[in-house]
């Protein structure tokens, strides 16, 4: 009996692709090449089901280029590379990575949030250029964490973990903003607060951005948005590039209109703005907020454990689109 085939993306943990291996034949990218949509649609060809990361786009046109493609499963949380509807119209099975990120998704959130209002990175910067030459009162001074108004937009999974570091370990007080309020039950141990949007920006002292991205979140925090937050307030984007209008984020920065920001994720990433680039009150990472090896090797687990269930008849464990297994 010829076993599926199944594509194997982008580069990763080697002894958890060798569990495809088990069932499918596996095509796999050891050198990391990035394809190009056109090279995806033909890689794809012949293949039961694909492991991908955010970088690999599932649209329409990569879908009806290969008909016989069952399973689409993605190393991460966040799938707004995927076009679920698409996928839905075609049966297709999308799943993703949620749960095994959180916790370390988290503590880079508050690491960042930290790193901007203590000023981490451009102090540092500044002692490896040989700049520093005294103490004085007002090098780098920067904003208390503690104690501080910790603002949420985006209190899902990532969000109420963000939350209880800041709550719970640093006395700091929680507002939000989020589609729908949280149960009583899960605000309650955070002491959070929902406001409206326009509240958050204004109350928060710390601004964390962990909202998925979709045409509805699309620069979500703007010029407008940042014209009502504090000048002392810090603004930390760990979600996706696209949910900061970044061009706006680096003209507030430049003016001083908020202190300081911190960014893991960048529309048109890998690219990041030039103008990011040139300002010094930014901390900026290339998107590394969930990595660790325990966490990545988990999130490699999960998209493998669903690609297995998906293509031999199994249950598997976080479907974006469960419906289509009902068919
Ligand atoms: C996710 O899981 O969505 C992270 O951003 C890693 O891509």
Aim: aromatic residues 6%; proline residues 5%.
């Amino acid at each position: 009996m010829t076993r599926p085939a199944v594509l194997v993306a982008r580069a990763v943990f080697g002894d958890i692709v060798d569990r495809l291996r088990v069932h499918f034949d596996v095509e796999d990218n050891p050198e990391d090449r990035i394809f190009s949509k056109a090279e995806l649609a033909a890689k794809l060809a012949g293949k039961a089901g694909a492991f991908i990361t955010g970088s690999e786009r599932i649209d329409a046109e990569v879908l009806d280029a290969n008909p016989q493609l069952r399973a689409v499963c993605n190393m991460a949380v966040g799938y707004n590379n995927i076009d679920v509807d698409a996928c839905n119209a075609r049966g297709v099975l999308a799943t993703n990575t949620p749960d095994v990120l959180t916790e370390t998704t988290a503590d880079f959130g508050f690491a960042l949030m930290m790193a901007a209002a203590r000023r981490l990175a451009e102090s540092e910067h500044f002692l490896r250029r040989g700049e520093w030459t005294k103490w004085s009162y007002d090098m780098f001074i920067g904003s208390d964490v503690h104690g501080a108004t910790l603002g949420i937009l985006g209190m899902g999974r990532i969000g109420q973990a963000i939350a209880r570091r800041g709550a719970l370990g640093f006395g700091m007080k929680v507002v939000y903003h989020n589609r729908s309020r949280l149960a009583p039950e899960l605000e309650a141990p955070l002491g959070a607060r929902y406001v409206g949007k326009e509240q958050l920006m204004r109350e928060a002292d710390h601004l964390v951005i962990v909202v998925p991205y979709s045409a509805a979140s699309h620069h979500a925090v703007g010029s407008a948005e940042m014209a009502l937050m504090k000048p002392s307030a810090t603004l930390t984007n760990v979600a996706r590039g696209g949910v900061v209008d970044d061009a706006a984020l680096a003209a507030a920065l430049r003016e001083r209109r908020i202190a300081a920001a911190a960014l893991d994720v960048f529309e048109g990433e890998p690219k990041v703005h030039p103008d990011l680039l040139t300002v010094p009150n930014v901390v900026l990472t290339p998107h590394i907020a969930s990595a660790t090896v325990a966490t990545r090797r988990a999130m490699a687990g999960l998209a493998v454990d669903n690609l297995i269930a998906a293509l031999t008849g199994g249950t598997p464990p976080t479907p974006i689109n469960p419906q289509v297994l009902a068919r």
